[in-house]
């Protein structure tokens, strides 16, 4: 019920959000791709062979709170990743590129954040690793796994594919653009058309973020005078 309550509500919230039923979908089948590393915690911690390696004695078992737990965490780190990465595709498509290209500059550049962000957390959570008390182990290999695996395959691989086979229908029936971006009027025609969904004729010629200039310090201005 928990489950299925959240992914109602990451549906619902990704569909208002982006406006596309394409990338709702999408966000709720790779977060649940990222639970697979439930299947690390059953082959590490139901069996005896990284005993020696952990440091633990196996039961056999895995501790009855963890599942649940680990798929709230799970699936919130997974968003916060998704929503990210999607929304710097959309800013590119927004700005004219066509779709491959509008997903090529949309990882480029969530790609930095995205892998510091996962250095962290798996460093942190392989610290629960080290503890004595197995639930705590169980815990650290879980998220550390999981996010190892959002952040490398689900977000730099998975997601950019399935966004380019989509192409032009991730952003159905809304468009890439909210309010007045996603209307425009050329030469007199399509005032108040809707042109960032999949029946869009033409876009603007796509050209890349400007890059900021440097800014010029006090003692620069000074010898320059």
Not at 13 to 36: C, E, K, P, Q, W
């Amino acid at each position: 019920m928990g489950g299925g309550f959240v992914l109602l509500l990451t549906f619902t919230t990704m569909g208002v959000i982006f406006r596309s039923l394409a990338v709702a979908l999408s966000a709720i089948v790779l977060n649940l791709l990222s639970m697979a590393p439930f299947g690390v915690l059953v082959a590490v911690f139901q069996n005896t062979w990284a005993e020696g390696l952990l440091g633990f004695d196996s039961t056999g078992a895995i501790v009855n709170w963890l599942p649940l737990f680990l798929f709230v965490v799970l699936f919130g780190l997974s968003m916060d990743y998704h929503v990210f990465v999607v929304s710097r595709i959309r800013e590119a498509t927004l700005a004219g590129a066509p779709v491959r290209q509008a997903v090529q500059d949309g990882i480029t550049r969530s790609a930095g954040v995205v892998t510091g962000a996962a250095v962290v957390m798996i460093g942190v959570f392989a610290i629960f690793g080290t503890l004595n008390a197995v639930e705590f182990k169980q815990l650290g290999i879980g998220l550390a796994v999981a996010i190892f695996l959002d952040a490398v395959a689900i977000r730099i691989f998975v997601l950019p594919a399935l966004m380019s086979v989509i192409g032009v229908w991730n952003w159905w029936p809304g468009g890439p653009a909210v309010g007045s971006r996603g209307r425009h009027s050329a030469s007199g025609r399509g005032a108040g058309k809707d042109v960032d969904g999949p029946s869009a004729e033409r876009r603007p010629p796509y050209a890349p973020l400007p890059v900021p200039a440097p800014e010029t310090t006090r003692s620069d201005h000074s010898q320059q005078q």
